[in-house]
């Protein structure tokens, strides 16, 4: 089984920078499809990026679509998610998650999830 853990959120101005990271353990994510989401209060998660195995093929929500970067180092075993000109919407709970297969931009394709990250954007 492979484990996700989160870190790196925080406080930060509109327009600053922050840079999530997600470290696996158990197992090596080479074999897996890996996607941040974000959850909204009261509502289902909502997708922000994902990444193919490989490394290859990025997907992005349009909202962050040019301010966020998807990476992942399957050496290091961890995926991380660059945000850059950060608004107060992005202040969120942040997830990483792994899946094999589905749709990528929808959160039941995957079965493994993080504890999440607070990322509070002040203006």
């Known amino acids: 089984q492979v484990q996700l853990e989160e870190s790196g959120g925080g406080l930060v101005q509109a327009g600053g920078s922050l840079r999530l990271s997600c470290a696996a353990s158990?197992?090596?994510?080479?074999?897996?499809?890996m996607g941040w989401f974000r959850q909204i209060p009261g509502k289902e998660r909502e997708f922000v990026a994902a990444?193919?195995?490989?490394?290859?093929?990025?997907l992005y929500a349009d909202s962050v679509k040019g301010r966020f970067t998807i990476s992942r180092d399957n050496a290091k075993n961890t995926v991380s998610l660059q945000m850059n000109s950060l608004k107060a919407e992005d202040t969120d709970v942040y997830y990483c998650?792994?899946?094999?297969?589905?749709?990528?931009?929808?959160?039941?394709?995957?079965?493994?999830w993080g504890q999440g990250t607070q990322v509070t954007v002040s203006s």
């Open positions: 158990g197992r090596t994510i080479s074999s897996y499809y």
């Open positions: 990444i193919s195995w490989s490394g290859g093929r990025t």
């Open positions: 998650a792994a899946a094999r297969d589905g749709p990528r931009t929808s959160a039941a394709s995957y079965n493994i």
